[in-house]
Every structure is written in structure tokens, then in C-alpha cells.
């Protein structure tokens, strides 16, 4: 019955390739589960007739392929895997009918020549591929702790010079072994270690210091004896929200023009980057954009900010094009990483050089995240702008959750990046 | 987590031996027979056999899971029933709600550096496992894994696959297997679930049930969680329940639709309200409370609460409407 049913799965693999809506028909490893997880779903069904199997079989192979399947249209994807598994126990019925009656003609043959088995191809093929991984090897062991009980072994007078050292061979092997490079530019805080606390972080200067200091009186030392100073891996301070302001702006929501929403939600993101002491730069676009500052420190330039977003108003057509062109330029000029977010419905013109925008502007070093408002937006299109930029993205029916949504998906890129 | 399960030492976990969970599975199915555990998941939820046999074929042969559906249809309910009646050890599953801010650490665990500098890294202590090793030969219940971040997600690629967690260089062994649950990714809050993480698991997605399946459900929950106050439910008020429901899915105001669970409870909540007032739950009263359980969960293009309001008295008027003019 496994034979059959990976011919079966092996059918669906073939239709699947070469339909023109697929993109990639799904991970072989995803496959061969599928042969396995059909044959077992089979045996546990109460009652199994012939005309329920290729609805089951065609059910597992689309939960089990579904999540690594990449489509370029919509299509009803569970219609296209049943049709291709009708197709598919017609040709065994065919199969088994055209073997009962060669077997019948030509009895003396017992030996037949049987094809290998496309169960057994595949596992020879994710073989193949996993022995050309690099194998994953054990890390080394725990460095820094390691250099750690190295110094509260030995304690003399001499402790900070060999704490340096030690901190110096830590920044060395971190660098070699785990491809780590700690940026020192930016300290975040400095607090005791508590667990889940990256070992590299420990601060061994001062931490030998207090647990010399306990051990000459004969203490014990706890948690709160191991001192963590955090940095902020990279420099992310800088933000460029790009707003759409076309004529579609002007409409009523409820019984403010959204225009207006949009405007409240830039001084309360504003606000939140004033907080954290980011940077920030806002770029208007109708059918052209404008760059109405650059990059400024949000605390310090507070006023002069809120004083120019409440003059926005909305006319004209979509280029969100041109927004990300000017994005680009302002790019050139600052130093550190940088986070664009788009604000729009994405209904825009040059929807293909947008693409392409955003893919230099990803080659960069710039995340780029976009929120999608309004339920006619084309939420595809937005989405693949994230995805290109290695942003989020947000979808809200109305603009009244736009602080909240420029805020969060500011706040989850400085978390990754940080 | 549960407090049946003694700290591992270090050099235990270290010393683990591979087990073949889908095997076990397999041995639990064996022994139970089909039949018997499909009646037990009946006594929690109601026309999911088929969603339910297609988790457990999976599992037997080691595929983990992931229960796609939306809010409040009985994933985390379904996850747990299953791992409770396959009882592969003791706990017999670890179950975590993920969330966004959820580190790699969490998941795997992490050593103390103050207790191992002092008493050494096989001190019970020393390492406080997390929900990846202290799942081995069990079954793991991920709930609302699209919630977790990408950096999380990539924890689990290693633990699912290659069936071993590292925590700082130490290579501890850990087979389990996932039943993981999710809402679909266009439901705020959640992130793209990776394709390397997904490609490990299966998708069985549960949908809504139809309106006289609903219907049954509001009745059975209802007057299961209502036992106590000795009532009676009308199945009137049910069927209008269960007509808004629908009415309200098929519906392109609305976005969402409403859960099983706030109906189930719109409907109890009726009737507990009736039995403090010593009379019968009438329409009126179940009104009352479909707008008040039901109100939080309905999103769409609405401009304030009120409309939002209105909407939901609208669509119970035309349920009713429906339902008596069915009668009659």
C-alpha cells in the first residue's frame, strides 16, 4: 500500500511542478511524511470505503505540503491536489490492470523488473542534500563563565589586571568562534545578571570585584555579585515614516477626515521617539514626494516637528515610488541603521520599480516595515514590501489604531536589531 | 508546568537516551483502540473526529502538528486532550503559551552562573531546564505559536528536527513531539510563521461548525456549565444564537466572527443571570448578554461602539425574525 500511495504522492509532486500557478510545489522532506502520515491517517479511519481514500489521501498531502507550498496566484489549492489525486488512482487502476493481465499472459516470467520505488529515490535525494550541509558541531563550552570561575579560583592583589586580560580574551574568542562582535558604543544599562542573561554581557571587571570582595570575608556571593552591562548592539535610532496623503486622505471616518487621524498618530509616535531619543524624518507623497525634514532628534526638535505635520493636508494620486526614492536619498547622508515605515493603502502607480526600491533600499541596511490601512487596501502588495525590507507589517481597517501600530512595529524591529 | 516533574541534573540530561516518541504513540493507540480515545475527545468537544484523527495519524509517525484555526473553536482544548488521552509519561504533556517576547533562553533553559561558579554545574540548581528538555519523551503543546518571534522560532528548528537542545555549547538530547496551535497569520499581533519552521510540521486546519452543530455545542456546554443551578435551556434560545452566528459570518460588515466560545458563554451567562432573578431566560435577557459577550470580539469597519452596538442588535433582530417565522 505504500508503494501505491507514494506513486500517488509522486503524481501530485509532477502536477504540482509544472502548474504554472505554483512557484515551488513544497520540501521533499514534506512529501515523504505525506506518503507516511496518508497510510497511517488510512489505517486509523473506522469504516474505510474505496470512495472515501482519495479524499483523505488528498487531505493529508495538502496539510502536509501546505505550510512549504509557495503559490504565485490564488488558486484553490485542495481542489487542484484532489483533481491530481483522482488522476493519479486512475492511472494505478490502469497500472494494476494492464500488470493482471501481463502476468496472465506471460505466466513463466516470475522476475519482473520492478522500478525503484519513488519512496526510496527521495530518501536517497534528502541524503544527498543533508550530507552537503555543513554539519551543525558543538559549540565550545561555556567561554566566559569558564574565565569567570578561572578568576574566583586564584584571587590576589593582581585581580583587575587579570580581569582585563580575561575580558580581552573573551572579546577575542567571541569574535572568532562565534562570529560576535559586541558594539560598545551604545550602553543601554548596567544591572545584576539574572538568568537568561547573555553570558557575554557580564561585565568581569567589576564582577571580580565584588566577588574578591566577598570571598576576603569569607561570603558567599548570589546573582546579585555579577554585574551585566548591556548594549545596544546597533545603533537603531533613526526612523523615516513615509505618509500617504492623496486625495483619498480627505474622506470622513466616522466624522473627522482621516487625515486628521493620521496626523494625531505622527505626534504620538513622535512623543514615543522623543522618549527613547530617536531620531526622525517624515516624508509626505502624493503623486510626488516631499521631504518635509530630515533626520531630526525628536526630543530637540519636538516643536518645530509637531508644527510642521499640522500643516499636512491631503490632494492628488499615489507615487509611493517616489516616497521610497526620497527615503533613499536621505539614507545616503546618515550614519547606523534605519527604519523606513510606509503608511498607506497600497494602491499605487509603479507598483514593479516600488519593488525594486525597496530591494536597494534592503541591500542598504534599511528595515522596511509598512502598515496597510483600509479594508479596499492591497494588503499583498504591502506585505511583500515587508517581507523584502525585513520589516513588519501591520493591517488596520481604520486609522484609529495607526499610533499604536507605528509604535509597535517600531518597537519589535529595535528589539531584533538590538 | 507542573510540579510532579523533579529537577534534572545536568549530567543527567547529558546521559539521555533517544526515545522513540511516535513509537509510543502508536503503542498508546494500540492499547486504547480508536474507537475509545475518539469517544473520550467526544466528552470535550463535539464534530471533530476527523480533525482529530488526522492529529494522531501525525503523531504516529512523527510528524508534529499545527492546529491552524480561529479564535476560540477549541485548538488549545483539542491539543490537550489528545495529549492527555495518548498519556506518553507523567506529566503527560508540557504545555507554554507563547508569546512575542519569549526568548531562545526561555524555550531551552539556562544555567545559573552564581549557583554553578559556587556548587558546581551538577548542582540541582545550577540549570533551570526549560519547556524543550523537560518535554523529552512527551508531548509539547506550543500554544499560539505564531506569537513567538522569528529569533524564537529558529530555537525550535534544532529541537524539532535533529531532536537535540544547545544551552551554552552543553548538547542535551530531547525527543518530543509538537502539537502546536495558531490562529491564521492575518490576525493582528501574530508573526509570519518561518518557512523552515513550517515545512516541520503539519497544518490541519478546524474550521467553524455549522449551525445545527453550533447549536448542539451551545446546548451540551451550556447546560454542562450550568449544572449546578439545576435550569432549563430553551433550544430557541440556541437556534436564534446559532442563526446569529451564522448570519453574522456570512456577513461582509463584520471581519470576524464570533466564537464559540462567547457564545457558549453568551448563552450560560443568560441563564445564571435568569436563575439569580428566580424567572425564566427569556429573548430579552439573552439580547443583553450577546451584546455584552459578544462586543469586544467584532471588528470591522465600524466607526465607534455604538454602531458596533446597533450592528449586533440588528443581526439578533433578523435571527429571531428567521427563527419564529421558521416556526410558524
Not at chain 2, 55 to 80: D, N, Q
Not at chain 2, 157 to 168: G, P, S
Request: proline share 3%.
Amino acid at each position: 500500500m505504500i508503494a501505491e500511495l507514494a506513486e500517488i504522492v509522486a503524481e501530485v509532486y509532477e502536477y504540482l511542478k509544472n502548474c504554472d500557478e505554483v512557484a515551488f510545489p513544497g520540501s521533499i522532506r514534506s512529501y515523504i511524511t505525506a506518503i507516511k502520515d496518508a497510510y497511517m491517517r488510512l489505517l486509523l479511519e473506522p469504516c474505510l470505503t474505496p470512495e472515501k481514500v482519495p479524499k483523505i489521501v488528498s487531505r493529508i498531502i495538502y496539510q502536509n505540503i501546505s505550510p512549504s507550498l509557495v503559490l504565485k496566484k490564488n488558486i484553490d489549492l485542495v481542489v487542484e491536489i484532489e483533481h491530481a489525486v483522482c488522476r493519479a488512482v486512475q492511472k494505478l487502476e490502469q497500472k494494476k490492470c494492464l500488470k493482471e493481465r501481463t502476468k496472465t499472459e506471460t505466466k513463466e516470467k516470475s522476475h519482473e523488473i520492478e522500478n525503484i520505488p519513488w519512496e526510496d529515490r527521495a530518501k536517497g535525494l534528502i541524503v544527498e542534500v543533508e550530507s552537503s550541509l555543513p554539519s551543525l558541531k558543538e559549540a565550545p563550552l561555556i567561554l566566559s563563565q569558564s574565565s569567570l570561575a578561572i578568576l574566583v579560583k586564584d584571587i590576589d592583589i593582581n585581580f583587575r589586571k587579570e580581569a582585563k586580560q580575561a575580558e580581552h580574551s573573551r572579546d577575542v574568542l567571541s569574535r572568532k568562534v562565534f562570529a560576535y562582535f559586541p558594539d560598545k558604543s551604545h550602553l543601554v544599562s548596567i544591572r545584576e545578571y539574572s538568568l537568561y542573561t547573555p553570558s557575554m554581557d557580564v561585565d568581569l571587571m567589576k564582577t571580580s570585584v565584588n566577588i574578591s570582595r566577598k570571598k576576603l570575608f569569607g561570603k558567599r556571593f548570589s546573582q546579585r555579585d555579577i554585574i551585566v552591562r548591556e548594549y545596544s548592539g546597533s545603533e537603531l535610532r533613526n526612523s523615516i515614516v513615509c505618509i500617504d496623503v492623496s486625495g483619498s486622505m480627505r474622506e470622513l471616518e466616522g466624522t473627522v477626515p482621516k487625515i486628521e487621524l493620521a496626523k494625531k498618530a505622527v505626534s504620538k509616535y513622535l512623543n514615543h521617539l522623543a522618549h527613547i531619543r530617536g531620531r526622525f524624518s517624515l516624508i509626505a507623497f502624493n503623486y510626488r514626494a516631499e521631504v518635509l525634514f530630515k533626520l531630526e532628534d525628536a526630543r530637540r526638535k519636538r516643536d518645530k516637528i509637531e508644527s510642521i505635520v499640522s500643516k499636512l493636508w491631503a490632494s492628488g494620486g499615489t507615487n509611493l515610488h517616489a516616497a521610497l526614492t526620497q527615503a533613499r536619498n536621505i539614507l545616503k547622508k546618515c550614519s547606523g541603521k534605519c527604519h523606513i515605515i510606509v503608511v498607506s493603502d497600497g494602491k499605487t502607480v509603479f507598483k514593479k520599480k516600488c519593488i525594486s526600491e525597496a530591494r536597494i533600499l534592503a541591500k542598504r541596511g534599511a528595515i522596511l516595515s509598512s502598515i496597510a490601512i483600509g479594508r479596499s487596501s492591497d494588503r499583498e502588495f504591502m506585505i511583500k514590501l515587508s517581507k523584502i525590507g525585513g520589516g513588519v507589517f501591520h493591517y488596520l481597517s481604520s486609522y484609529k489604531g495607526l499610533s499604536k501600530a507605528l509604535i509597535d512595529s517600531d518597537a519589535s524591529i529595535r528589539k531584533f536589531y538590538a | 508546568m507542573s510540579l510532579g516533574l523533579p529537577i534534572p541534573r545536568l549530567s543527567e540530561l547529558l546521559r539521555r537516551e533517544p526515545v522513540d516518541v511516535s513509537r509510543l504513540v502508536v503503542k498508546a493507540l494500540r492499547e486504547r483502540g480508536v474507537r475509545e480515545i475518539l469517544e473520550h475527545v467526544q466528552k470535550h468537544l463535539k464534530g471533530l473526529n476527523g480533525v482529530v484523527l488526522d492529529v494522531l495519524s501525525g503523531l504516529s509517525v512523527g510528524r508534529h502538528v499545527w492546529i491552524v484555526g480561529p479564535v476560540g473553536c477549541g485548538k488549545t482544548t483539542l491539543a490537550e486532550t489528545i495529549a492527555e488521552v495518548l498519556n506518553l509519561g507523567e506529566p503527560p504533556y508540557i504545555e507554554v503559551a507563547c508569546h512575542s517576547h519569549m526568548t531562545a533562553t526561555e524555550l531551552t533553559g539556562d544555567i545559573d552562573i552564581a549557583v554553578a561558579l559556587q556548587a558546581g554545574l551538577d548542582h540541582p540548581l545550577a540549570y533551570i531546564p526549560g519547556p524543550l528538555v523537560l518535554a523529552h519523551g512527551r508531548i509539547l503543546i506550543l500554544d499560539e505559536i505564531n506569537r513567538l518571534s522569528p529569533y524564537s522560532q529558529a530555537a525550535l528548528l534544532q529541537a524539532l528536527q535533529e531532536h537535540y537542545v544547545l544551552i551554552r555549547g552543553l548538547r542535551v538530547r530531547s525527543d518530543f513531539l509538537m502539537i502546536a496551535t495558531g490562529n491564521p497569520a492575518e490576525y493582528s499581533g501574530t508573526y509570519d510563521m518561518s518557512e523552515a519552521l513550517a515545512d516541520r510540521m503539519k497544518q490541519v486546519e478546524i474550521t467553524l461548525p455549522s449551525k445545527d452543530i453550533l447549536k448542539e455545542i451551545l446546548l451540551w456546554k451550556a447546560r454542562m456549565y450550568t449544572q449546578e443551578l439545576e435550569a432549563e435551556i430553551s433550544e430557541e434560545l440556541a437556534e436564534v444564537l446559532a442563526t446569529m452566528a451564522l448570519l453574522i459570518r456570512r456577513d461582509k460588515a463584520s471581519e470576524t466572527e464570533p466564537s464559540v466560545r462567547s457564545c457558549i458563554y453568551a448563552l450560560a451567562s443568560t441563564v445564571s443571570r435568569a436563575w439569580l432573578q428566580k424567572k425564566e431566560p427569556t429573548i430579552e435577557d439573552l439580547r443583553r448578554e450577546v451584546l455584552q459577550n459578544l462586543i469586544s470580539l467584532i471588528q470591522g469597519d465600524f466607526s465607534s461602539e455604538e454602531e458596533k452596538l446597533r450592528y449586533l442588535d440588528k443581526k439578533f433582530r433578523e435571527a429571531l425574525l428567521l427563527v419564529r417565522g421558521r416556526e410558524h
